[in-house]
């Protein structure tokens, strides 16, 4: 479990293909030793460390990972969003993010706001019923609140803060974002759904008086 507040800035160093799809080497100074097996929250997905030597760890990309997420068209030198797990008594700055993907969005517009900026994302419309004014949303991992909800697009301001210290400052119209919705909405929805399917069962049913 995380949080979507990124703690380092890594560079991808390298990919090597595997049996299993692919083998990506992150550089990461200032991160500190890892256990083999740790989780670690890399563009908003949950990934396993399989070796670390110095500041720099790799992970095994399953060939569903690389369908699934954007992390299959990483090249070296592209900036990642880095994120330890969460651990008991930490505070919780942003909101609770799985590091389960749930698809992969654009970037649609950018727009600067001084030193900030406006960025606009397109994403799956079978997500934008999870995506509400003012609710919660992870964006290549990064914990988000957007402003604005409309059609297949959302959008969220930035201050300089964010831009400089994630992966989101360097993003271009038409760069792939992975996305994962509010585990809450995840529920609630599911709720909702099983109670108009069987009303006559579960936490929805309204007893006579």
Not at 141 to 163: C, E, K, Q, Y
Request: aromatic share 6%; net charge neutral; charged share 15%.
């Amino acid at each position: 479990m995380f949080t979507g507040i990124i703690e380092h800035l890594g560079q991808v160093s390298r990919l090597e293909p595997v049996s299993s799809g692919q083998r990506l080497y992150v550089r990461a100074p200032g991160l500190g030793l890892l256990k083999q097996g740790e989780s670690l929250c890399t563009n908003g997905v949950c990934l396993t460390v399989v070796w670390q030597q110095g500041d720099e760890l790799a992970y095994d990309l399953s060939h569903e990972t690389l369908r699934l997420t954007s992390l299959g068209g990483l090249k070296p030198g592209q900036a990642v969003n880095l994120e330890r797990s969460l651990a008991v008594g930490d505070r919780m700055g942003g909101h609770f993010v799985a590091g389960h993907v749930d698809g992969v969005g654009r970037v649609a517009a950018i727009a600067p706001q001084g030193d900030g900026s406006e960025i606009t994302f397109e994403a799956p419309v079978a997500l934008m019923p999870y995506i509400a004014e003012k609710g919660s949303v992870s964006v290549e991992g990064v914990s988000l609140t957007p402003w604005a909800v409309a059609g297949n697009r959302f959008t969220v301001a930035f201050i300089p803060h964010t831009l400089q210290a994630t992966n989101l400052g360097g993003k271009q119209v038409g760069d792939p974002v992975n996305l994962e919705i509010d585990l809450l909405a995840r529920y609630l929805r599911r709720l909702l759904d099983a109670g108009a399917a069987q009303p006559q069962a579960g936490l929805f049913v309204r007893r006579p008086l």
